[in-house]
């Protein structure tokens, strides 16, 4: 049943995206399997359907992947007699994607390793539209060790259709924890760096997800060359496009914003604009400072605008009601002045969240130019 569900997975994404206006040879296949769902139920209708699509068009494979499907449904384990069926198709319609995927899953099933990865390599280089029905596929391919170390392989030449199909693996925990991280860990090839980012990104917010956050964060800091001696991430802005969910997060309101601009004098700043009409997070990074007396230091001016009084920064543990320390803006100058945020760090608290601030205030727009920061150990 596993491959008759993967075939019905294609038809369906075909039925929404494909118009029947079109009459490619192609696109009459996808036509033909998709009409093909709603009179599945009727018995014999497949193959009687399946029959006169292969007398009336000699480029037609709707009608072979039809009988293989009806065969199926009537003895599940027929994959013998299926096979030539599906083979027939390929080779009358070499970019019909339902019954290369039928292969390769049969191919897989079959030990026959090389040929279902050359067919899963074939078919997500046309498109990303079957990553749903190529999944089971590689469920099969991870099942046995040389499929795994076929599908490995092929992960590891950084592929056109990897970061997709990394992407939706994760999410699907098609493939285990310590092979996603083995393949996350190696560096890529320049071309590739962005994709890999997304990819550890992707990773990454999962275990968010599944409320692993030691390990997401452990990950995030090799990932992002952030260690012991250097706990916070990109503390003078260079990242345009930070690391998330550990990353700088900024808000992005119409009044309350957080904005990486180019310094005058070189390099990058972080301007926090606040309104004053309401309590914002401005800017927040999640930290992993390990116990003991920190100082977060913190080079600032003033924007300009109104005093900031309702501008303000903590550190607090992972979801704490109480703040370690904190530390207000209001002392800034139109020249670079220094803050420090002076915290102690408890036992188990092995996440923290720093976070600008602002409150509600009477006195108006504020702004705040944060030039640097630095986590240092006192």
Same mark, same amino acid.
């Given at each position: ?9 294609? =038809? ?33 209708? =497949? ?69 279902? #990865?050359?067919?899963? @390599? ?9 990553? @749903? ?48 991280? %083995? ?9 590739? %760096? ?17 409320? @692993?956050?030691?390990?997401?964060? $452990? =990950? ?7 260690? $012991? ?21 900024? $808000?992005? %309101? ?30 927040? %990074? ?84 944060? #030039? ?7």
């Amino acid at each position: 049943m596993l491959f008759a569900a993967i075939a019905l997975v294609l =038809l369906a994404v075909t039925l929404k995206r494909e118009p029947l206006a079109m009459r490619s040879p192609a696109s009459r296949t996808k036509i033909a399997m998709a009409l093909a769902i709603v009179r599945a139920d009727q018995p014999g209708e =497949l193959v009687r359907q399946a029959q006169a699509l292969a007398l009336t068009d000699p480029l037609q494979s709707a009608g072979f992947v039809m009988a293989g499907i009806d065969r199926l449904r009537r003895e599940p384990q027929a994959f013998d007699a299926v096979r030539p069926l599906m083979a027939e198709a390929v080779r009358r319609q070499q970019n019909f994607e339902t019954a290369q995927v039928w292969l390769a899953a049969d191919h897989a099933r079959r030990g026959e390793y090389d040929r279902s #990865l050359a067919l899963f @390599d074939r078919v997500l280089s046309q498109s990303n539209d079957q990553l @749903d029905a190529l999944i089971p596929v590689l469920t099969l391919l991870m099942g046995r060790e040389q499929g795994r170390g076929a599908i490995i392989a092929r992960l590891e030449a950084y592929p056109s259709w990897r970061k997709a199909l990394l992407a939706r693996a994760i999410e699907t925990e098609a493939l285990p924890r310590p092979v996603v991280e %083995q393949l996350l860990a190696k560096p890529a090839p320049a071309a590739y %760096q962005a994709a890999l980012d997304q990819e550890r990104q992707a990773y990454v917010k999962w275990l968010v997800a599944q409320k @692993d956050l030691s390990a997401a964060h $452990a =990950l995030f800091r090799s990932y992002t060359a952030t260690g $012991a001696t250097n706990p916070l991430y990109d503390g003078n802005f260079r990242q345009a496009r930070p690391f998330t969910p550990f990353g700088w997060t900024a $808000a992005n %309101q119409s009044e309350d914003y957080a904005e990486r601009v180019a310094a005058p004098e070189g390099g990058w700043l972080m301007r926090l604009h606040a309104s004053g009409k309401m309590p914002v997070v401005l800017l927040e %990074q999640t930290m992993a400072l390990s116990p003991g007396s920190w100082v977060i230091s913190i080079s600032a001016r003033d924007g300009g605008l109104s005093r900031p009084e309702g501008q303000t920064v903590e550190l607090r543990c992972t979801g704490a009601a109480a703040p370690l320390g904190t530390a207000a803006l209001t002392a800034t100058r139109s020249a670079a002045t220094r803050l420090d945020l002076a915290a102690e760090v408890p036992a188990g608290c092995a996440l923290q969240r720093l976070a600008f601030l602002s409150a509600s205030v009477d006195t108006g727009a504020s702004e705040v130019e944060i #030039l640097s920061l630095k986590a240092v150990r006192r």
